[in-house]
T-cell receptor
Framework: DAKTTQPPSMDCAEGRAANLPCNHS???????VYWYRQIHSQGPQYIIH???NNETNEMASLIITEDRKSSTLILPHATLRDTAVYYC?????????????FGKGITLSVRP | DTGVSQNPRHKITKRGQNVTFRCDPI?????LYWYRQTLGQGPEFLTY????????KSRLLSDRFSAERPKGSFSTLEIQRTEQGDSAMYLC??????????????????FGAGTRLSVL
């Protein structure tokens, strides 16, 4: 699976949009971009995934650049409960084993 | 559907003792994963089951570690002769069998809250 690079931390004000960047310059054509988050003392939680088109769900939006070498996770109106470690992962979508390869992620701190 | 359940949530043991953790996946999820997470790091893959078959083991899974998934339902992870370096959060995840190749096949892993092991 391709490696990803994320800044170690960022913060944003409650109610504002949080834009979390991720670089994945070695992504392969059959690899998807997944985002998970981990709130303190909990297991990771799936947020969203995409291949090349932008995606949106009830939690977030995912913007993938045209060359697919980077992406941005957008939390449109961050709340204090969004404080967590966010992991950007690229992996083959299907197959016999779809293990997740986590990096250190980016720690998002939402301030009041 | 109650999600992935892991027991116990916390385990404190003395070095050299054996410990066993249990994971109950979401019902009808045929894929089950074990990960280990140490402080400040992301989870690291340990092993993977499809139904009752253990299909992959990480090099992190030393001979002291063994995982089983009898009948393709719950799974257990046993650590023999624990060492202080085994102290970590042990996470279990399950996912349904993927259907198709496109975006509709979400192939999402659902995680439990983990078992935190402290080896004294």
């Amino acid at each position: 699976d391709a490696k990803t690079t994320q800044p170690p931390s960022m913060d944003c004000a409650e109610g504002r949009a949080a834009n979390l960047p991720c670089n994945h310059s070695t992504i392969s054509g059959n690899e998807y971009v997944y985002w998970y988050r981990q709130i303190h003392s909990q297991g990771p939680q799936y947020i969203i995934h995409g291949l090349k088109n932008n995606e949106t769900n009830e939690m977030a939006s995912l913007i993938i650049t045209e060359d697919r070498k980077s992406s941005t996770l957008i939390l449109p109106h961050a709340t204090l409960r969004d404080t967590a470690v966010y992991y950007c992962i690229v992996r083959v979508h299907t197959g016999a084993n779809s293990k997740l390869t986590f990096g250190k992620g980016i720690t998002l701190s939402v301030r009041p | 559907d109650t999600g992935v359940s892991q027991n116990p949530r916390h385990k404190i043991t003395k070095r050299g003792q054996n410990v066993t953790f249990r994971c109950d996946p979401i019902s009808e999820h045929n894929r089950l994963y074990w990960y280990r997470q140490t402080l400040g790091q992301g989870p690291e893959f340990l092993t993977y089951f499809q139904n009752e078959a253990q299909l992959e083991k990480s090099r992190l899974l030393s001979d002291r570690f063994s995982a089983e998934r009898p009948k393709g339902s719950f799974s257990t992870l046993e650590i023999q002769r624990t060492e202080q370096g085994d102290s970590a959060m042990y996470l279990c995840a399950s996912s349904p069998r993927g259907i198709g190749q496109g975006m509709g096949n979400k192939n999402i892993q659902y995680f439990g809250a983990g078992t935190r092991l402290s080896v004294l």
